[in-house]
């Protein structure tokens, strides 16, 4: 094979290649940024306001806030299930369309907290 033929092969390879590409980038959704614009959500990101955990938690939620563009209202239910309950009771008066939430924690096996 000379060289003149192994280049168009190359420049055919490389050319096929690309429209691969274009193909597939051509089905795939482009971002669109605050698409959740208009949305209402609640979130618990748990534990004390301002605690290690439940900190990193809403600092998640507000980058995601922020990206997004929902409306987020915020509790904290300081690890008290009682608390929490009511304040999924009270998010849910307000029409929200959306929960967020770090998970639940709760007694473990050995009956120790889980958090």
Request: glycine letters at 12%; hydrophobic letters at 40%; aromatic letters at 10%.
């Amino acid at each position: 094979m000379g060289k003149a033929q192994t280049r168009r092969i190359l420049i055919v390879s490389a050319a096929a290649a690309l429209a691969v590409g274009a193909v597939q980038s051509a089905h795939a959704t482009d971002p669109t940024p605050k698409w959740c614009a208009g949305v209402k959500i609640a979130a618990f990101p748990g534990g004390p306001q301002g605690a290690v955990f439940a900190n990193n938690v809403y600092n998640g939620f507000r980058q995601a806030e922020l990206d997004l563009g929902p409306s987020v209202t915020y509790y904290f239910s300081d690890w008290d299930p009682n608390k929490l309950l009511t304040q999924i009771q009270q998010a849910l008066a307000t029409k929200v369309d959306g929960i967020a939430t770090y998970g639940f924690g709760g007694e473990t096996r050995d009956g120790s907290l889980g958090r």
